[in-house]
């Protein structure tokens, strides 16, 4: 009888836990978050029936079942991915079109599109941003993806629910070091980041923080999102911003957000598949559902 194989997603988890000797840094390699590292090996942990981890305060280290099975995996795993490039460096492009809005390509599609890339090296994905509704396209398109359900979706596109999302506090680990922010009202002594794209978020944040009256020593705007965050990885001052484009800066440490129990719910985001979209924006389909932090 073929045995039962895990799960291949939990085994790449573990692998890059294993090789970094650290789940946060395993998180920023494979652009999920810590918990879903952890959820992933877990799940590997109970298939297997045996411990891969010794779990210490911010340190883990491979148990001797854990350091048995990443001496097996790693080649295999490496065998996997050069017996797939082996057969697709000969074979013609595939390629299809990514519809996307500026900043979430900066900050989201692009730093993981190698990710992708090393999974489906036979595919080439072509990346167009654009700030109108999918259904005002200027051109077409094989997946887009947008927040919210009921926003500009062609009928004929079949679209699918992606990632839940939050707006945070985030600034530079040195901005905090000099004007810490203990409390809500803390921000009053910083200068605040924000976009066009979203001029109401700070409003909204501060009517929830029980603060609609703050005011900060400054302000700066700009066009769109990913300018915030820049601004806000250079020390510029304090952003209000989605988590889905800042979750790797926060886990290598650029970032980090002094009252991460002040979030603004924000709309879910959205992919959609055009019809007669081919099976290399299935296979982008199907890599997005496993970026989602549920899936790992």
């Known amino acids: 009888m073929t045995p039962r194989l895990p799960p291949l997603n939990a085994v790449r988890a573990f692998a890059a836990a294993a090789r970094h000797q650290s789940f946060t840094l395993a998180a920023a390699e494979l652009f999920v978050t810590h918990g879903a590292i952890s959820r992933q090996v877990k799940a590997l942990e109970e298939f297997l029936g045996v411990a891969l981890f010794e779990r210490r305060v911010r340190q883990v280290s491979l148990t001797a079942e854990g350091q048995r099975f990443f001496a097996e995996v790693a080649p295999a795993l490496a065998q996997i991915g050069a017996a797939a490039r082996s057969l697709m460096d000969d074979a013609p492009a595939r390629t299809f079109t990514i519809n996307v809005r500026p900043s979430f390509a900066v900050r989201w599609v692009i730093p993981r599109l190698p990710d992708f890339v090393a999974q489906f090296p036979g595919i080439e994905p072509k990346v167009v941003t654009s700030t109108v509704a999918p259904d005002q396209a200027s051109e077409p398109f094989d997946v887009a993806i947008r927040r919210g359900r009921n ?62 009256r703050l005011r900060p020593a400054s302000q700066l705007q700009f066009d769109h999102l990913h300018f915030v965050v820049q601004a806000a990885l250079d020390g510029l001052g ?25 979030r603004l719910p924000l709309t879910r985001h959205y992919y959609g598949l055009a019809p007669g979209a081919g099976p290399e924006a299935q296979c982008f389909a199907q890599w997005l559902q496993a970026q989602m932090p549920g899936d790992g």
Do not use: N, Y
């Open 238 to 262: 304090c952003a209000l911003v989605p988590l889905s484009l800042v979750a790797h800066d926060m886990a290598a440490g650029r970032l980090l957000c002094p009252l991460p129990a002040v």
């Open 151 to 212: 926003t500009g979706w062609p009928a004929s596109v079949a679209v699918q629910p992606f990632l839940q999302d939050e707006a945070l506090i985030v600034g530079a680990p040195a901005l905090f070091a000099t004007k810490g922010v203990a409390e809500p009202r803390g921000l009053a002594a910083h200068v605040l980041l924000w976009s066009r794209s979203r001029p109401d978020d700070w409003e909204h944040w501060k009517r929830q923080a029980g603060m609609p």
